[in-house]
């Protein structure tokens, strides 16, 4: 009973201590929301595909591929494809944020583009 409990109580306090770290202001006033723990059931080709979403004055600023298990041509078809799409984009309820994928990385694609949104939604509801 007493090791069901400790495990209990250590699998809380890190789920506490993720969803800390799941976004961060900067000095500048940039919210930074990263979607490692966010989007761990959002999966590319070969696994999950965090980013860190760059927000400003409810603008996105960047968006950020992290370390995953994807292909490094996957990850710079998209990283130059597709992520330069959001910059500059207005976030805010009910709006949607499609952007087109990169043809060759559909997977990948599909994940960041939802990477994406699940970062947005958190922005939107913690700021």
């Known amino acids: ?5 400790f495990m209990a109580a250590t699998l809380l306090l890190t789920l506490t201590v993720q969803a800390d770290n799941v976004m961060r ?11 490692t723990t966010l989007a761990q059931d959002v999966e590319g080709y070969n696994g ?20 995953s ?20 984009m207005k976030v805010g309820k009910n709006k949607k944020y499609e952007v087109d994928g990169v043809t060759g990385a559909t997977f990948t694609s599909d994940a960041v583009r939802e990477n ?11 700021k």
């Not at 298990?69 to 500059?88: D, H, I």
Request: aromatic share 8%.
């Open 1 to 5: 009973m007493k090791k069901i409990l």
């Open 25 to 35: 202001k900067e000095k500048d006033g940039t919210y930074v929301v990263n979607t």
């Open 48 to 67: 999950p595909t965090p980013v860190e979403v760059y927000i400003k004055k409810n603008k996105i600023v960047k968006v950020v591929p992290l370390k």
């Open 69 to 88: 298990q994807e292909g490094p041509k996957y990850v710079a078809k998209v990283k130059n494809g597709m992520l330069p799409n959001y910059e500059g």
């Open 116 to 126: 994406v949104k699940r970062g947005i939604d958190y922005y939107l509801k913690h």
